[in-house]
């Protein structure tokens, strides 16, 4: 019922910004509760963040909050998630997911029916 696309990844020095985008196809992206997750090397895919499709109710892990921010327009049909202060350690492939009908508290990857390819995100020093 959805694709999505992820973009805007790469290389940035610790303590910079990077601004992701999820692109999703279809005309029913503001039905859908999105999120982000992340994977590095040699580790498990990991919860970042979600947003809710209609009250824009947000959710954020221990290690990113007060550091990224997600919002989404549903006009563009775009999720995107505002990364500040970034570390060595925030240095994965994002992935964007989505969900018609949430389950749990939507911090868990089984939480998801639809994924993006992810984008690579580097933060040097």
């Known amino acids: 019922q959805v694709q999505l696309v992820e973009s805007g990844g790469g290389l940035v020095q610790a303590g910079g910004s990077l601004r992701l985008s999820c692109a999703a196809s279809?005309?029913?992206?503001?039905?859908?509760?999105m999120g982000w997750f992340r994977q590095a090397p040699g580790k498990e895919r990991e919860f970042v963040t979600s947003?809710?499709?209609?009250?824009?109710?947000?959710y954020y892990a221990d290690s990113v909050k007060g550091r990224f921010t997600i919002s989404r327009d549903n006009a563009k049909n775009t999720v995107y998630l505002q990364m500040n202060s970034l570390k060595p350690e925030d240095t994965a492939v994002y992935y964007c997911?989505?969900?018609?009908?949430?389950?749990?508290?939507?911090?868990?990857?089984?939480?998801?029916?639809?994924w993006g390819q992810g984008t690579q995100v580097t933060v040097s020093s």
């Open positions: 279809g005309r029913t992206f503001s039905t859908y509760a």
């Open positions: 997911a989505a969900v018609q009908t949430p389950r749990g508290i939507l911090n868990t990857r089984g939480s998801y029916d639809y």
């Open positions: 947003i809710t499709r209609s009250s824009g109710i947000t």
